[in-house]
């Protein structure tokens, strides 16, 4: 199986960027689709992002589009999540998800990080 290791979570003033890492480890990414999630205090967790395996297809939430961009290195075994023109309602801790589907619904994915902390905060 796939172990999932989430990366570069910070504090952020809003209307800053950042970029989010999800790293495959013990074994390779590609074959898999890879989701983003978020769950901010008191909220339930949210699809933000997909990937899938083959790098031909992205689906974003309203919620991000046109301010985010999820790519993909399958040499590296890497999925990112560029977010720009933060708000302050994109704080959340942030999961990557793998899962034989692409879908922003948790319940397609096997595999899930741990979570990184985004905070959007002046």
């Known amino acids: 199986q796939v172990q999932l290791v989430e990366y570069g979570g910070d504090l952020v003033q809003p209307g800053g960027s950042l970029r989010l890492s999800c790293a495959g480890v013990?074994?390779?990414?590609?074959?898999?689709?890879v989701g983003w999630f978020r769950q901010a205090p008191g909220k339930e967790r949210e699809g933000v992002s997909y990937?899938?395996?083959?790098?031909?297809?992205?689906v974003y939430s309203d919620s991000v589009k046109g301010r985010f961009t999820i790519s993909r290195d399958n040499v590296k075994s890497t999925v990112y999540l560029q977010m720009s023109s933060l708000k302050p309602e994109d704080t959340a801790v942030y999961y990557c998800?793998?899962?034989?589907?692409?879908?922003?619904?948790?319940?397609?994915?096997?595999?899930w990080g741990q979570g990184t902390q985004v905070t959007v905060s002046s």
């Open positions: 998800a793998a899962g034989w589907v692409g879908s922003l619904h948790q319940h397609y994915y096997d595999y």
């Open positions: 990937i899938s395996s083959d790098n031909d297809s992205t």
């Open positions: 013990g074994r390779s990414l590609t074959p898999y689709a």
